[in-house]
């Protein structure tokens, strides 16, 4: 178990501690749940840049970066929804795509391929991170801000987190092109056939 590996697994048990802080009001936590999260999306960039540099990259670490990423992203949608930030069918559209994809992935690893993101891919991970951070740097804004300076912030929020939710049906919109980017590209593989398309 190699270092990237430690920070892409740390992710998992990180989304926990973040969705019970946004459960929480007392004064920090919105805060606290702001930066674990932003420390979550820059270990999502440094595992990487950490495998690559030191010659670390391994087929395990690429798909569990995946993993994580979808783990973090989901747990903390499902947290949106149970709080009405997010509509249900717009969570259930990424689920499903999450979901799909994850099979495909385990199909192919089944048969020795490990199917690494594509750019799609990474661009739909890094929108949705974006437009979660909207969400959780409302509440940071609302109530962190209001126990320290005492300050009505309610339009400002309001504003992020219209601004969070765009980005978030932007990144849904990526989600499912990706998705179909990457059954239609294996679809050989995920329907019998041992070999990836070219």
Known sequence: MNLPNVITLSRI???FVIVGLMYYTWPG???LAFLLF???AVGDWYDGYLARTR???SN???LMDAMADKI???GIVIALVDKHEIPVALALITLCREFLVTGMRMVAASKG????ADSGGK???VTQLIALGFFLGAPMVSQDGFYLFHWDASRFVEVVVKVGFIIFVAGMALSVWSGYRYISRNARLVFGDDRLTP
């Open 13 to 15: 048990p990180l989304m």
């Open 29 to 31: 936590a919105a805060t």
């Open 38 to 40: 932003i420390g979550a």
């Open 55 to 57: 010659g670390l990259v």
């Open 60 to 62: 395990f670490g690429k």
């Open 72 to 74: 973090m992203v989901i």
């Open 113 to 116: 391929v490990v199917v690494a």
């Open 123 to 125: 661009s739909k991970t």
